[in-house]
């Protein structure tokens, strides 16, 4: 069987298991349970999508979910890239990762602005702050992302977009803001403010 007719073959599969299903727990079960017009209705609006963006012969960006592990193809990637988006969350051990991929990047001769550093899931329950990432990572954040458990599940469990409930919900505008500071031209990296020196830093320091 050839890879087409496998991913063909696997798609009907799930779209099979979906009919019967909880309308609330999955997209496609909605349209399953909404009847034959939301089906057709769906599949047309995803076709003009197709057709439109078959204009365009040389997309504006091309977006690229590497690997964490450091194979051939992860570096070629890395190299290729106008910009990285480096995702961090507030905690240590996430921190130190973070703090060896930025090592790594110098070692490897990429200029600072070509890397953003993003918080994830900032909010009230991180266990760290924003101030404290910064001051650990010797730059500021060039963005953070808030915390909002029920929307992102929403979008991966359901196929909802996040911006779906509004523009200005605060995740979906910080998407948005993160989609802009990705296409534009690299800026200087804002270092952190030097407070004293606290057992947070001395934590992170290197012996």
Do not use: W
């Amino acid at each position: 069987m050839s890879e087409p007719t496998d991913i063909l073959a696997a798609l009907a599969q799930v779209l099979e298991s979906r009919k019967g299903g909880d309308p609330d727990a999955s997209y496609v079960s909605r349209l399953f349970h909404k009847g034959q017009d939301a089906i057709l209705k769906k599949i047309g609006e995803e076709a003009t999508e197709v057709v439109m963006a078959s204009k365009a012969q040389a997309p504006a960006q091309v977006v690229v979910d590497t690997d964490h592990h450091l194979a051939d193809a992860t570096l070629a990637a890395l190299d290729a890239a106008d910009r990285i988006v480096l995702l961090t969350q507030l905690d240590v051990p996430t921190l130190r990762g973070t703090q060896q991929a930025l090592a790594l990047f110098a070692r490897l001769g990429y200029p600072e602005g070509k890397v953003l550093v993003v918080g994830n899931r900032v909010g009230s329950r991180a266990r760290l702050t924003q101030a404290d990432a910064e001051q650990v990572l010797g730059r500021r954040l060039a963005l953070a992302l808030p915390n909002d458990f029920d929307r992102c599940a929403a979008a991966t469990v359901t196929g909802q977009f996040l911006q779906r409930g509004g523009r200005h919900h605060p995740l979906a505008a910080a998407m948005e803001r993160l989609a802009a500071l990705v296409s534009a031209p690299a800026a200087p990296v804002v270092p952190a403010a030097a407070p004293p020196r606290s057992r947070l830093a001395r934590l992170f320091a290197r012996p």
